[in-house]
């Protein structure tokens, strides 16, 4: 576990004895635990209990994992928790789906207790603002980046933008017209302890491109993506 932080995690599945295992497991690793049965469950518990991470499943009743996960990211009381699918979903498109939903990593079911622990902790661990440096602040003609409070602004306006977004944007812009392939990106952005598509890097790019404007993300054929630093 971090330090001596208390993290709380939501856990969402319809299947009762699979919210038993995870609270069980993650409580005795030191997480304060809720649990929701459904997607509606799940939005109605993250307004009050704040988490840190959520996980979620995709086939629940009422309402499913992709349209709670929709909701929470357009929430923005709660929208910058970590939001992990833990599900039985294995098909590309259910993976594309959550990661255009906001999603930041997609495990597929059986659950390995540990191993979920540990890529957990991973994820908590790479999104602390413990970690940031404190000088991490880029500026440029219409955009203001800063990484100590992973805020940004263009024009003077703020712009809300989910954890990975963010850091795909200042990943890019810290190198300013250097190209980082999908591989470098995938590497610094989500780490080498999970299995993420290539092509999830084009959709933050995409949803990244639609709040800032298509000129700053350059797309290098065949190759990947650079920041373009002379657009006033």
């Known amino acids: 576990m971090m330090e001596s932080i208390q993290h709380k995690v939501l856990v969402v599945d319809d299947e009762e004895d699979i919210r038993d295992l995870l609270e069980y497991n993650l409580k005795n690793a030191g997480y304060a635990i809720e649990t929701a049965a459904d997607g509606i469950e799940a939005v109605e518990r993250a307004r009050v209990f704040k988490p840190d991470l959520i996980l979620l499943d995709i086939m629940m009743p009422n309402m499913d994992g992709i349209e709670a996960c929709r909701q929470l990211r357009n ?17 590309e498109y259910s993976e594309v789906a959550a990661f255009d939903m906001g999603a930041n990593d997609y495990i597929i079911k059986p659950v390995k207790p540990r191993a979920l622990k540990r890529r957990i902790e ?20 219409s955009l203001r980046i800063d990484k100590t409070s992973y805020t940004v602004e263009t024009h003077g306006e703020k ?3 989910p954890k990975k977004e963010f850091e795909l944007l200042y990943t890019l812009a810290q190198s300013p017209g250097k190209i980082l392939s999908r591989d470098e990106l995938l590497r610094d952005i989500w780490g080498t302890d999970v299995y993420i598509l290539p092509r999830t890097v084009d959709v933050h ?28």
């Open 75 to 91: 929430n923005p009381e709660i929208d910058q928790a970590l939001i992990v699918f833990l599900t039985a979903r294995s098909e």
């Open 205 to 232: 790019v995409r949803k990244v491109r639609e709040k800032i404007g298509n000129d700053l993300i350059v797309t290098i054929k065949g190759v990947g993506y650079k920041f373009n630093d002379n657009i006033n």
């Open 159 to 161: 712009l809300p933008l």
């Open 122 to 141: 991973a994820l908590l661990e790479r999104t602390s603002p413990k970690t940031m440096d404190a000088q991490d602040v880029l500026t440029f003609p």
